[in-house]
């Protein structure tokens, strides 16, 4: 087919958070929790992204909290799917605006096109949509917002959660001490590894709001699709003090047991790398949900956070994909 001009969008770097976009298109009058690390991470993609966006929200906290009494906090066009098929409807409509402007029935800007999933609508029960979105090629940035639990029905654990982390599924006793006995799941590789026509990946944290916007914008600006993965804090499942949201986003970071990086067209940008690691009982003392740990649980957790430090060194200077190695036992 002869290249056709979408009129995609183009975006200007944030500099500094005193210079985002003072336009919000994620507004009051929403039943999110105090301190929500969802709904904060939902305000700065909308303000990053602007106007000309369209969110497909696949069931969970940002649907359920978001979406009652038929009244929604969002300023731009937003659209339920099911948890199973975020990926499935995006690609719908992305296809549908094309076909639209090339028989020219509309002539405005490209939307962009977000589906904001959780972690259970991202890599567990919506996996098989996202895959199918990235292996097609449709033009939509799929984000995980990972508040690490199906947090909307009762704080399950979910393929992301934290090794030894109480859920209402994996709680700690006699026989398993630790609570959730699994690390979790790599969103990224597994999007890194599976997907060719994927050229660009990034992790951010609503502990780094800057961060988070310039990377919501230049994976917008790709042809392609792209995948985040954002850590988002949430004080009802952590058990955390609500005023604490974004420094525990920040702990995480500190501590090792996550990275803020980007992947684009095979090479690996590192940021926010300490210079200095915390241990990781620095984030974990906060959290109610790792109140029951033993100083063997927390050894492996600290294990599973200096494995991630090696790999953050090994593919900072090679193009080779490397996954981080949980500790065996």
Not at 221 to 246: N, R, V
Request: charged share 20%; glycine share 10%.
């Amino acid at each position: 087919m002869k290249d056709f001009d979408y009129k995609y969008q183009t975006f200007d770097r944030i500099k500094s958070y005193r210079n985002a976009p003072r336009e919000e298109y994620y507004v009051p009058g929403h039943r999110t929790c105090a301190g929500c690390g969802p709904a904060l991470c939902y305000r700065l993609v909308a303000k990053a992204a602007g106007k000309d966006t369209i969110f497909v929200g696949p069931t969970g906290c940002m649907y359920v909290a978001n979406s009652s009494y038929l009244c929604t906090p969002y300023a731009v066009p937003w659209t339920h799917a099911q948890i199973t098929n975020g990926g499935a409807v995006a690609s719908g409509v992305e296809a549908a605006y094309k076909v639209l402007m090339r028989k020219g029935k509309y002539d405005g800007s490209f939307p962009n096109i977000i589906v904001m999933a959780g972690d259970g609508g991202s890599v567990d029960i919506g996996l098989q949509a996202m895959s199918a979105l990235m292996y097609r090629g449709h033009k939509v940035l799929f984000i995980c917002y990972d508040n690490e639990s199906y947090a909307n029905t009762g704080i399950q654990t979910s393929p992301t959660t934290s090794y030894g982390a109480n859920t209402t599924f994996t709680p700690p006793g006699k026989l398993i001490p630790e609570g959730k006995t699994l690390f979790p799941k790599d969103p990224p590789q597994l999007v890194i590894g599976g997907h060719p026509l994927v050229k660009y990946v990034a992790t951010a944290n609503v502990g780094y709001p800057t961060d988070l916007m310039n990377k919501v914008r230049k994976a917008l600006s790709y042809e392609s699709p792209t995948f985040m993965h954002i850590l988002c804090p949430c004080p009802k499942g952590w058990k955390f003090d609500e005023k604490l949201t974004a420094e525990m986003g920040k702990l995480a970071v500190q501590t090792g047991l996550w990275t803020q990086y980007e992947w684009e067209n095979g090479e690996y940008k590192f940021s926010h790398i300490p210079k200095k690691y915390k241990p990781v009982d620095e984030y974990l003392k906060h959290q109610g949900r790792f109140g029951h740990l033993k100083k063997e649980h927390i050894a492996k957790l600290q294990a599973f956070a200096d494995a991630k430090k090696e790999w953050a060194k090994k593919a900072a200077v090679s193009p080779i994909e490397v996954v981080a190695q949980v500790p065996a036992g």
